[in-house]
């Protein structure tokens, strides 16, 4: 079994690549200090992310960095990695990063990069996770903090919460239902990072 973090202020590097909702919701939670982190960079693959802008807003470095700019993904990954190490940053929070981590980010950080998934996995992983759900006829979807691994939101499940699917949902109104559980359980998910609790034993996510 091993753990994955000691208990103290987490570094926090979030990548997105669009609206920034998540990061919001975790720079409001460490705010209100219910999560004890400091966000210290904000990378996006896209140059006109909003999330961009909110970094920028609340004053935390950020950065755009272009896949398109380097030959192949592990240049790409690997400029990344160089701003993480320049930062010192504890943990990797994806929040809607649309990319797939590759190798060079996987090795460098392993068991240190998490996502949150708008599903309750392993069902309906990929794009469109609502959409799914819907198409499926699931009564209850949700949404999933969970590691990273090699895999297309596969990795061990850290926490998860269930919201009703309605008849008459449409994947935007579930997206929205989905959303609220997601910033709180996302903070939630990385205060116990930050205090230390959360140990891997095989793919099981073990809380103490
Ligand atoms: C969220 O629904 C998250 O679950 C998924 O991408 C979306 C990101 O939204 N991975 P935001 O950019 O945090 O608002």
Redesign the pocket.
């Given at each position: 079994m091993i753990r994955i973090t000691k208990p103290g202020r987490l570094r926090l590097a979030v990548l997105?690549s669009?609206?920034?909702?998540?990061?919001e919701a975790i720079c409001q939670a460490i705010e209100e200090e219910r999560l004890n982190a400091e966000i210290v960079l904000v990378i996006s693959d896209k140059k006109n992310a909003p999330?961009l802008n909110k970094a920028q807003t609340r004053k935390i470095d950020f950065f755009h960095i272009a896949p398109e700019d380097y030959p192949d993904k592990a240049a790409y990954e690997q400029e990344i990695i160089k701003r993480l190490k320049e930062y010192d940053i504890t943990l990797v929070v994806l929040?809607?990063y649309m990319r797939l981590i590759g190798k060079e980010l996987l090795k460098a950080y392993q068991w240190k990069i998490i996502?949150?998934?708008?599903a309750l996995l392993p069902s309906f992983p990929g794009l469109n996770a609502q959409q799914q759900a819907i198409d499926y006829g699931v009564k209850f979807s949700g949404?999933t903090v969970h590691f990273v691994d090699d895999g297309v939101d596969s990795g061990p499940i850290i926490m998860q919460r269930v919201v009703p699917v309605l008849p008459e949902d449409s994947a935007e109104a579930l997206?929205e239902r989905?959303?609220i559980e997601?910033h709180q359980v996302y903070a939630e998910a990385l205060q116990l990072l930050a205090k230390g609790q959360i140990y891997l034993d095989g793919r099981r996510v073990i809380i103490k």
């Open positions: 997105a669009g609206r920034g909702s998540n990061f999330v929040a809607g996502n949150i998934h708008p949404c997206a989905i959303l997601e």
